[in-house]
């Protein structure tokens, strides 16, 4: 691996544990070395540099109408705070994709993102059989006493399995290795939306690879399955649980807020203000939906933003050789916007860059052949 790409694979291995860095004072330092690593690929010495992309336009659109919510927000120290690490992360995005890499170099760089899923989801598992972080049942993953949202940590998780799920053909041992602990450790958090998530990621390569009558059977199976023995599914078991653990509640909450400042939005990471006094919910609770998210704290500008964000980076075009990887972690983790809010993670932001640079990567390029004794001839 080259040396200006080791920070860059250092961060994408740490990127699974995003949630639980960032609630210690290493949250800092991890945001810094994002931006460090990004920076050194910016300063790669190469011939071809791309104009602004229509990625790059809608994230800087997004970015700038967000910035902007903290002028009509209604706690502007609380929106300040968010900010900042949201500027982080796209500072981050824009440095990580001035300069477009290799399909070699963009696949060393997701292979650490998959272990470095693998290695969250050994965390996970070992905390969670220990009883360290057994809440309701759930598998948590903690650091230094703080315990983290299992939701968010499976949507970290969508990457690195559809690394896995690519490598598998050729590396077997090693994508099957990265695989089991990620598919258990989602089980274990009893993350719906997670779950579905994984499904999606295998379903579109099944459909890529034209395996129809499996990813047919597949399903088949599964709804059996669920059909049989959803009521010892635990939270799996849609009729225990209507509400989604109450997101319908707070939905509905957040849309009350959301039409009396449809225009402004009422400031970033401000919801959590108005929930906590809303007569259903009885503690904090964010958005949990992405669109929601961006709609009731930055208004309707910043909705549409987010709309042609994730559109524009859901389209890869090209030819790279993981395109079709990206794309469909990139629709899962679109789906996992609907029911988490992921424009305050690192994780939506960095499958973004990865989107870009994914459409930008560019073959290898192949050695010059060695010229004979001949003039013109070259050997076979």
């Not at 910035?67 to 300040?80: A, E, K, N, Y």
């Not at 779950?195 to 295998?202: G, H, K, N, S």
């Not at 009731?296 to 933003?305: I, K, Q, R, T, V």
């Amino acid at each position: 691996m080259p040396y200006w790409l080791l920070p860059w694979g250092l961060f994408l291995f740490l990127l699974p544990f995003e949630e639980a860095i960032y609630r210690t004072p290493l949250g800092l330092a991890f945001n810094l070395l994002g931006v460090f690593a990004a920076g050194l690929l910016a300063l790669v010495p190469r011939a071809a540099r791309d104009a602004a992309t229509p990625k790059l336009v809608a994230t800087c659109v997004l970015m700038a109408l967000l910035s902007l919510s903290f002028f009509t927000s209604i706690d502007p120290r609380v929106s300040r705070d968010m900010l900042v690490p949201i500027g982080y992360m796209f500072l981050t995005y824009v440095l990580a994709t001035l300069t477009p890499l290799t399909d070699r170099e963009l696949g060393l760089s997701f292979r650490c993102w998959m272990w470095g899923g693998a290695a969250a989801s050994v965390c996970t598992l070992y905390a969670f059989s220990q009883g360290v972080w057994d809440v309701d049942h759930r598998a948590y993953l903690g650091w230094e006493g703080a315990k983290t949202d299992p939701n968010i940590l499976v949507a970290a998780l969508v990457m690195p399995f559809a690394v896995a799920l690519k490598r598998l053909p050729r590396h077997r041992l090693e994508s099957v290795a990265a695989l089991i602990p990620i598919v258990l450790a989602t089980v274990a958090t009893q993350s719906r939306g997670g779950v579905l998530a994984l499904l999606i990621v295998t379903g579109i390569f099944m459909v890529h690879a034209r395996r129809y009558k499996t990813l047919a059977g597949g399903l088949a199976l599964i709804v059996a399955f669920y059909l049989a023995f959803a009521s010892q599914l635990g939270r799996f078991d849609v009729a225990e649980d209507p509400t989604g653990s109450r997101r319908t509640e707070i939905w509905h909450t957040a849309m009350v807020t959301t039409m009396d400042h449809w225009a402004t939005g009422i400031g970033m990471d401000t919801f959590p203000l108005i929930s906590a006094g809303a007569p259903s919910l009885y503690w904090e609770r964010a958005p949990h939906n992405t669109y929601l998210q961006a709609f009731l704290e930055a208004g309707l500008p910043a909705f549409l933003a987010v709309l042609w964000a994730m559109g524009a980076h859901l389209v890869i075009r090209g030819q790279g050789a993981w395109r079709r990887t990206v794309t469909a972690a990139m629709v899962a983790l679109a789906m996992c916007g609907m029911s988490l809010h992921l424009l305050t993670f690192k994780l939506l932001w960095m499958a973004w860059a990865a989107s870009a640079q994914a459409e930008r990567a560019r073959p290898e390029d192949l050695p010059k052949p060695r010229r004979s004794g001949k003039m013109g001839a070259v050997p076979s």
